[in-house]
């Protein structure tokens, strides 16, 4: 490579981490030229990779497809300027826009291929959350299965501790945290943790999201998968905590059901929430949205 052109989408680190300085193993290659898309918001960072390189006689230009280069960061970019992860909302609809019929019935409204996509979402995130009303009604794993890829993160928002002991989240490999508030038992929150599930009060009488959310950022949690249920869904959208949401929507009919997005308080068309950037795309039989609400 000697001689070449380096393109990136983000300044070369110029510290030590789990690896060694970008920078020096660029001087070293005999690289002359750098094209930098972003300037790294890590303030250990912060151009000074940009600085290290000029000062040894490199080439740089920066700022080159810099928006593209954000949005393909985007939760590192969040991470670091908000100190919180980035939030993506993620269900299954009907074309009614229910995710259960009225019995509490919702497997499977999206097809095999739809949910291997889901499981996609899952590796390529850092946690994903459901409530409590999720792990009582449908017992998920929240493991990636359908594809090749790690864990993430489970995280279970559960302010009263109703959690079953035997419940299959608590189960397997997969790291496992509880949200919970100080109203929970503590009986019941000591027993967990000998179990070795971690559990943490981030509230009073219910779990607070925005505190949860810098809880998870403090452990170094840059996107967060959201997937339900719909008390859940409904309290990130009216909070205003989500950045993305990923809807699948089957060729399904269910009328009277569950319905995937409660009470948002808008009363009039202009209160409505606007969604920008609206991709569509089909997978299989069904067809999934995605749009950004940030």
């Known amino acids: 490579v000697k001689g070449a052109t380096l393109y990136v989408n983000l300044e070369p680190c110029c510290h030590w981490g789990k690896t060694p300085p970008c920078v020096e193993a660029i001087l070293q290659s005999g690289i002359e030229e750098v094209v930098i898309g972003n300037i790294d918001p890590n303030p250990q960072v912060g151009g000074k990779g940009i600085q290290f390189l000029r000062e040894h006689g490199l080439r740089v230009r920066t700022g080159v497809l810099e928006a593209e280069g954000r949005e393909l960061n985007r939760a590192y970019f969040k991470y670091h300027e908000e100190g919180l992860p980035f939030v993506t909302l993620k269900y299954a609809q009907s074309l009614d826009g229910r995710i259960a019929t009225s019995t509490g019935d919702s497997r499977w409204i999206s097809s095999e291929r739809a949910r291997r996509f889901a499981h996609r979402l899952r590796a390529v995130h850092d946690a994903v959350l459901v409530g ?55 009986e019941k929150a000591q027993a967990l943790r000998q179990m070795g599930i971690e559990v943490v009060e981030v509230g009073g009488e219910r779990v607070e999201l925005s505190r949860l959310l810098k809880e998870l950022a403090s452990r170094g949690v840059l996107s967060l998968l959201v997937e339900g249920g719909q008390g859940v869904i409904t309290s990130f959208l009216r909070e205003g905590l989500a950045d993305e949401l990923v809807v699948i929507v089957a060729p399904l009919l269910i009328g009277r059901g569950v319905e995937a997005i409660g009470d948002l308080g808008v009363r009039t068309l202009r209160e409505a929430k606007t969604l920008r950037g609206v991709k569509l795309r089909r997978i299989g039989q069904d067809w999934v949205l995605e749009a950004k609400l940030r």
Do not use: C, F, W, Y
């Not at 959690?163 to 929970?184: C, H, M, R």
């Open 132 to 186: 409590i009303g999720t792990v009582l009604a449908d017992d998920p794993q929240l493991t990636v299965r359908m594809i090749k890829g790690r864990n993430p993160l489970r995280v279970i928002i559960d302010s009263h501790l109703r959690i079953p002991q035997e419940a299959k989240v608590l189960q397997g490999d997969a790291p496992t945290l509880i949200a919970t508030a100080s109203v929970a038992p503590k």
